[in-house]
């Protein structure tokens, strides 16, 4: 086991890529927070699958772009298991709409949710590795979109680019605590992030079709990149970033 005992926060953890980060991360034997800003029947599945896992899990309701949701997912984790050892920054949305009619509304909350979100919980969660005085691990859940672009998303890739650059600087901040930053670059994951946007065969064929692995990735894809940069085993690897993709961003032509 990678996180044999540990404590892990993950926001945006009821479904999908956070959800199955967070079953892993039990898997790994680690204690599990989620935060999400829906909780309901599907916090409960993860809190129920963690469980099953022998290990404990709350869940704690919040919208991640108001700073003080970062300070109360914080405190509770701390008072239902003592610490933080580990922070996934993960949840975020993406509402595709085209760039010449972008709503402003569309454009600011998801600044808001995606890179203010994970900005405020980030320093949460790292004021609390530093007041506990040994050290920790951030991994934030970037995208392939932080390193290119995609038509009904130009008000996404500036905040997964973002997400990466902030893990980048807190590599620098919060080295000397011990603390590492890392991210996780996932390529196109089936969520109900994009389940609208796949829906048309003929995009998810070509989307499939740009994949060397030959499929869509699972939720699941992911849990393993965080276990590790979370973990021991990536005690050098600060500020790096990790594409977990099938491939697609080396696939020119
Ligand atoms: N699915 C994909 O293809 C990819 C997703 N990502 C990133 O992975 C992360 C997770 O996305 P998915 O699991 O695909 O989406 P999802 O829609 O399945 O899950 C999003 C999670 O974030 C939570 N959430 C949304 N807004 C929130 C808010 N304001 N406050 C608190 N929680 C909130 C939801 O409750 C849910 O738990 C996002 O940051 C996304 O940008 C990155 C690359 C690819
Ligand atoms: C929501 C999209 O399908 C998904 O989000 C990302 O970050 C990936 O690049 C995919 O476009």
Redesign the pocket.
């Known amino acids: 086991m990678l996180l044999k005992d540990k404590v892990v926060l993950i ?10 980060v967070a079953v892993e991360m039990a898997k790994q034997g680690a204690d599990v927070a ?6 309901g029947a ?2 409960a599945e993860v809190i129920a699958a963690v469980e099953a896992h022998g290990r404990r899990c709350i869940s704690v309701e ?4 108001l700073p003080e ?1 970062a300070t109360a997912f914080v405190n509770a984790a701390v008072e239902a298991f003592g610490r933080v050892d580990v922070f996934v ?6 509402p595709f709409h085209a760039f010449l009619d972008m709503p402003a509304e569309t454009l600011k909350r998801t600044m ?3 890179l203010h ?1 994970a900005y405020f919980m980030t320093q949460a969660a790292a004021n609390q590795m530093v007041k506990q005085g040994n050290g920790g691990a951030i991994v934030a ?5 932080a390193l290119v672009g995609g038509e009904f998303q130009t008000h ?1 890739t500036p ?2 680019a973002g ?1 990466h650059s902030l893990m980048q600087s807190c590599a620098i901040a919060l080295g000397r605590h011990g603390i590492r930053c890392n991210s996780v ?10 389940r609208d946007d796949l829906s048309d065969p003929a995009k998810r064929e070509y989307m499939e079709g740009r994949i060397p692995l030959g499929r ?2 699972q ?1 699941e894809d ?1 849990g393993g990149a965080v276990a590790f940069l979370a973990s021991d085993m990536a005690a050098y690897v600060t500020g790096a970033a990790l594409l977990v993709d099938g491939g697609a961003f080396v696939n020119l032509q």
């Open positions: 926001t945006g953890g009821s479904r999908g890529i956070g959800a199955a989620i935060n999400s800003n829906s909780g599907a916090a919040g919208d991640v772009a949701t920054s993960n949840a975020g949305i993406c808001e949710v995606n979100g859940i970037s995208s392939i979109s996404y905040t997964k997400v670059l996932p390529g196109t994951i089936l969520t109900d992030i994009n869509l990735g939720p992911i």
